[in-house]
């Protein structure tokens, strides 16, 4: 494979994240990365609108970086999107895709008129076939197609948000180790995404509608201030609370309890189906994994050790935004 540029995009409900990253089969750069904030007024837009306005921050975002695109490619992160592992008896390898649609297709009726599904296979021997599949609505596909068209960069290919930051994680996450398995949270503004990765691979994932907006929403009803100013609040470490007598502590303690209680059931059903494997550790990104004393709080929630992220490569100067950049990252990477 020869060196090839990608631009990855990760379009969440308050940042679009971009990141340009050179690879080839053994190397892979970050080159140039970007978080360019969506205003207020477009989250509320008609689609065909919204993403006339998405398409247009992302021009800019390139246009400002004197950069040279030519393929870019995104991770879609939707709590529509589903990822669930599948097991199926011993079948040839050409008669694993409708053995999947037809599994699918008990549970969810029409699901291959209506979604986008896409596979991977993890284990195809004797006793049968073992992976993940994903299913993301056909329509939520199709807008990832016609932003692409906006742009006037083909997209070279859409991921699932989960499957594009395991991608990164085995690539650029320095406490990576093939033989752990890791929770892996996204705590993004208005979801969160707990995934679990066995030894590098992906084997569950579940989103939930918690993020760093929760926090900003409980602050700002209970001092009854604007929402950016809670956020704003919340930015500055919430300074000069504790001399006002407002409990700033419990207020992220509460607006992330969600994200905590949903690790903590991860754990316990993981212990339960493995009898003899444990989760080895939980690692957080995303923009909310940013939060002032992030690494205190994550102290006293779980039985497994809890930390924040760092890059493989220290000497990059995007350190400061880089876990909420990992779905992008994540999205440019080519699997081989
Ligand atoms: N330094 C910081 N301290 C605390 N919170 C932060 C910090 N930086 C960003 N955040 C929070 O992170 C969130 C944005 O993160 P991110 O960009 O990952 O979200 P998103 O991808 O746009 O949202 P979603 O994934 O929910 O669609 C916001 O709630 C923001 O307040
Ligand atoms: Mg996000």
Redesign the pocket.
């Known amino acids: 494979m020869a060196k090839e540029k990608i631009l990855g995009i ?1 379009v ?4 679009i ?1 971009m990141a340009l990253i050179n690879q080839d089969r053994k190397t892979k750069n970050i080159i140039d990365t970007a978080v360019i904030p969506i205003p207020e007024e477009i989250v509320t837009m008609e689609e065909t609108q919204r993403l006339e306005k998405i398409a247009q921050l992302i021009k800019g975002g390139i246009a400002d970086r004197n950069i040279k695109v030519k393929k870019i490619s995104f991770s879609i ?1 939707s709590p529509q999107v589903v990822v669930r592992s599948f097991q199926l008896p011993p079948i040839k390898k050409k008669e694993i895709h409708e053995a999947i649609l037809m599994d699918l297709s008990k549970t969810f009726q029409d699901i291959t008129n209506t979604h986008a599904i896409s596979y991977k296979v993890y284990q195809h021997t004797k006793e049968g076939v073992e992976g993940m599949v994903a299913f993301c609505p056909k329509k939520l596909v199709e807008g990832y197609v016609y932003l692409s068209s906006l742009i006037g960069i083909s997209a070279k290919y859409v991921d699932v948000n989960a499957n594009s930051i395991t991608k990164a994680y085995k690539t650029f996450i320095s406490h990576a180790k093939p033989d752990e398995n890791v929770i892996l949270v996204d705590i ?4 969160s995404q707990v995934n679990v990765i066995e030894k590098d691979r992906l084997i569950l994932s579940r989103t939930i509608a918690c ?3 929760s926090i ?1 929403k409980a602050v700002s009803k209970h001092l009854n201030i604007s929402l950016e100013q809670a ?1 704003k609040d ?2 500055n470490k919430f300074m000069e609370y504790e001399l006002h007598g407002y409990d700033a502590e419990g207020y992220i303690k509460r607006g992330y309890s969600p994200i905590v209680q949903e690790i903590n059931q991860t754990i316990a059903f993981y212990s339960q189906k493995k009898k003899h494997a444990k989760i080895d550790r939980i690692l957080l990104i ?3 994994s ?3 004393g992030m690494e205190e709080y994550l102290k006293e929630g779980f039985s497994v050790p809890a930390s924040t992220i760092k890059p493989t490569d220290n000497n990059a100067a995007y350190i400061k935004e880089f876990p ?1 950049l990992l779905p992008a990252i994540g999205a440019a990477l080519r699997e081989d």
């Open positions: 990760d969440g409900s308050r940042n994240k992160n993004g503004a208005t979801y993020g760093g907006g900003d956020e919340k930015f995303g923009g909310g940013l939060l002032y909420s």
